[in-house]
């Protein structure tokens, strides 16, 4: 019976998977050309970690390698991430390509004698070589091996008058798997590598996701409900290696019966181990690359929620965070903006940033106090759980906010720090109670929630920043339609604003009922001053 996997390719025999024929066929006809006869393309294959970018590029080598008429080879420069010189590079190149092609090739002392390799003194074929991890050589090394491979190119669209197994360069196709740089974003003057074709290796479909989880179901007899498998695709919006490892910790590590169905109850134990208690490299890498600067001021940037932000793939910080699986665009609006890739890739960075900012919180209330007005053993009283937050803030914020991140434009903290803030607060408040608090994102653009389960009952607080009166009432309506899906009778919509006078806190903070929906929303104004 096969497994899921999230670690490297996948093996066809041994894992499920998604065919995704029409990948392959579109890279198996990339690099052919659309006259095999006159020449292939030179493409790059690019996607975020963990995407199956390698495993697509290996089918597409096990497909072309059918045709008598090319040799095909795949290798991998991974090891030539620490390579400091020139020569480095090129002895592992060469050595890489020897290994492949069982020829006995020359040493090459510089860049311009790579070209020597692809000819008729070590080919009888034309090739079509595709290089993995081509990325993990050094931007200088990048620009000038790229550099060689265009003359190649070049050089054979100079020979127009010749079939491909005639002409002076025998390197009739090449895909450069996981380049970013060759793409010109990195590079002051221009790609040099600007002859090339893309190849981008979308996300798995919501029937792809299905397909991999109802094979489960035939192969083990254990049934999924419908709900877990777009539960998962939702958390991960498709993405490989999280898909894959959502489903092995569904199907293995947390399937401790067997002859049950899996239901969303197994899911969200799945979800709470690995939003909190599990380790895995892609989300690692992730999280360590959005903490660094000047990435983390835009990702920070992000969890705002009045505005969105313009999602333009020129602009250096936008790429980097695109292209790591940070980010990704949202197209719903009348220009491209971006949002996080997935709502479980939101709460992993939203929780380490509340953790990171105040995951040392003091003691919020003195163990004597009476806190009848929030809790009783019959409800919560979120107004008051508020006014009680509101009054902490003012009287720590000093202490709490002297270290927070602030924007670079104003100074002024970003709003993600306060929704972290009081995401910890709830947390620590409820620990003596027979309560959890937990975020979700159901946009993955800047929208928050954050729901408590008191002894069974849920509450939902939507958290926004007040921008108009127009988008108050608006917000007023989304919020009604999103407790209605979440099945609550009420929402509370938390605005934090720096300051209100009573008379607008009066008229603002007045409860309405949805007509549509019958749901309530109680509007609550915090001021952070």
Known sequence: M??????????????????????????C????????????????????RQSGKTWIMQQVRLRLSQNDAFEVGIINLQSARNADTEAEVLDILVARLAS?????FPDVDSWQHLSKLFTTDYFSKPIILIIDEFDALGEDFIRSC???????????????????????????????IGVRSVLGVDNQSG??????????????????????????ERESSQSIAQDVIDTIFFETRGQPGLVGWFGELLTETYNHDREQPITLENLGTVLRWAADGLGNNNIANIISKADQEPYRHFVLNLFQTDTKTDFKFDNPLVNFLYLNGIIDIDDSGQALS????????????????????????????????????????????????????????Q??????????????????????????????????FFEPFSCKVWPEFPT??????????????????????????????????????????????????IYFIEEIDNANRQEFEAAYVDPATGVTVTPIFVTIG
Do not use: C
């Open 2 to 27: 096969r497994r899921f996997s999230s670690y490297g390719p996948i093996d066809t025999e041994l894992q499920y998977y998604v065919p995704r024929q029409a990948l392959i066929q579109s890279g």
């Open 395 to 428: 009287q720590n914020r000093e202490r709490l906010f002297a270290g927070a991140p602030r924007r670079k434009t104003d100074l002024r903290i970003y709003e993600a720090v306060y929704h972290f803030h009081l995401f910890t607060y709830l947390d620590r």
């Open 338 to 393: 971006a949002r996080f890739s997935s709502p479980f890739v939101q709460k992993r960075l939203f929780n380490r940033y509340a953790d990171q900012l105040f995951g040392q919180e003091s003691r919020l209330y003195d163990p004597f106090d009476d806190l009848a007005d929030v809790v009783t053993a019959q409800r919560l009283d979120i107004k008051n759980l508020m006014g009680r937050y509101e009054r902490y803030i």
């Open 100 to 104: 492949w092609f069982q020829r006995d």
């Open 191 to 216: 790609s040099p590598f600007n002859i090339q074709r893309s190849l981008y290796i979308p996300n798995l479909t919501h029937e792809e996701v299905s397909q991999m989880f109802r094979w489960y």
């Open 146 to 176: 790229v550099t060689e491979f265009r003359s190649m190119y070049i050089s054979r669209q100079n020979e127009p008058e010749r079939l491909t197994g005639e002409k002076g360069s025998l390197l009739h196709g090449l895909a450069l």
């Open 444 to 493: 993955g653009n800047g929208k928050i929630d954050l729901f408590i389960d008191f002894d069974g009952t849920v509450y939902g607080l939507e958290v926004k920043s007040f921008a108009t009166r127009w988008d108050y009432q608006q917000a007023l309506i989304q919020a009604a339609e999103y407790g209605s899906q979440m099945k609550l009778t009420h929402i509370s919509l």
């Open 29 to 48: 006809s990339y690099l052919l050309g659309d006259d095999p006869q006159k020449g292939g393309n030179y493409i790059t294959v690019w996607a975020p």
